[in-house]
Nanobody, 122 residues
């Protein structure tokens, strides 16, 4: 069974950090572009960051540039999202997703995880 499983979410104070993990089972992430998306209550799902299958190309939403870092460890079949300087507006369910295409868009993702909740609050 092909699965993506996110972990690492939780409650953190503003200015704090979390590292999210996206682990794949049933398939290899080696040849997939991986994206992180998030959905806050009452809002549409939005793209946060993406990484190419090689790891050489990354991109970020303007709202997280300079604070979030995406990386991958293909040997562990896992992609990470390091989130620093967290703000209350980062509160959302974070999802990872995979596509075999060399592009990053909600519409081309074919595998999705169930999400992990990140709450930034004092």
């Amino acid at each position: 069974q092909l699965q993506l499983v996110e972990s690492g979410g939780g409650l953190v104070q503003p200015g704090g950090s979390l590292r999210l993990s996206c682990a794949a089972s049933g398939f290899s992430l080696d040849y997939f572009t991986i994206g992180w998306f998030r959905q806050a209550p009452g809002k549409e799902r939005e793209g946060v960051s993406c990484i190419s299958f090689s790891g050489l190309s990354t991109n970020y939403a303007d709202s997280v540039k300079g604070r979030f870092t995406i990386s991958r460890d293909n040997a562990k079949n896992t992609v990470y999202l390091q989130m620093n300087s967290l703000k209350p507006e980062d509160t959302a369910i974070y999802y990872c997703a995979a596509t075999a295409l060399p592009k990053c868009s909600y519409y081309v993702m074919i595998h999705w995880g169930n999400g992990t909740l990140v709450t930034v609050s004092s």
